[in-house]
Antibody, heavy 120, light 110 residues
């Protein structure tokens, strides 16, 4: 079964850091672009970042550039999101997502999400 | 404010056909394909339509997508109560070099 399981969310103070993980199983992880998408409470979906299969190419939404870093460990089938200089507006459920075969952005598999709360 | 514009709400009665629009620009829908997601309360999004009008395996043919110029549409025919959910469009934006989502449309089945 194809599965994504996020972890690492929690409560952090403004200015703090957190690293999210997404454990993948059931597919050839290294063959797929992967992405992070977030959703603030009661709000819509917002794309955060993506990374290609070997980790050599990354893209970020403007509001996280310079603060967040996406990476992957293909040996561990795990996707990461290092989040630094966190702000209250980063409070959201963070989902990792896998695209359909042959696409980069049509996400057919999503994790259950991990909640990040930035508050003092 | 979202780069892709969707109506905040839509409604219909069981059996009816409803359409949800998604308006973009030349840098996103105008030059790339659109995808649609359904999100039920408290759950992760589910891919409904990809590449403008293709349905993943398992998605009922009641759901269909189309694209014209810089806009895309999702149509749901033979509306059912379980279709009550939030619907989002998405497309890659070449100018922003990022994926953009619509603000979402809350569909109510009356």
């Amino acid at each position: 079964e194809v599965q994504l399981v996020e972890s690492g969310g929690g409560l952090v103070q403004p200015g703090g850091s957190l690293r999210l993980s997404c454990a993948a199983s059931g597919f050839t992880f290294s063959s797929y672009w992967m992405a992070w998408v977030r959703q603030a409470p009661g709000k819509g979906l917002v794309w955060v970042s993506r990374i290609n299969g070997d980790g050599s190419s990354t893209s970020y939404a403007d509001f996280v550039k310079g603060r967040f870093t996406i990476s992957r460990d293909n040996a561990k089938n795990t996707l990461y999101l290092q989040m630094n200089s966190l702000r209250a507006e980063d409070t959201a459920v963070y989902y990792c997502a896998k695209p359909m075969t042959g696409t980069r952005n049509a996400f057919d598999v999503w994790g259950q999400g991990t909640m990040v709360t930035v508050s003092s | 404010q979202s780069v892709l514009t969707q109506p905040p709400s839509a409604s219909g009665t069981p059996g009816q056909r409803v359409t949800i629009s998604c308006s973009g620009s030349s840098s996103n829908i105008g030059s790339n394909t659109a995808n649609w997601y359904q999100q039920l309360p408290g759950t992760a999004p589910k891919l409904l339509i990809y590449r403008n009008n293709e349905r993943p395996s398992g998605v009922p043919d009641r759901f269909s997508g189309s694209k014209s110029g810089t806009s895309a549409s999702l149509a749901i025919s033979r509306l059912q109560s379980e279709d009550e959910a939030d619907y989002y469009c998405a497309a890659w934006d070449d100018s922003l070099n990022g994926l953009v989502f619509g603000g979402g449309t809350k569909l109510t089945v009356l």
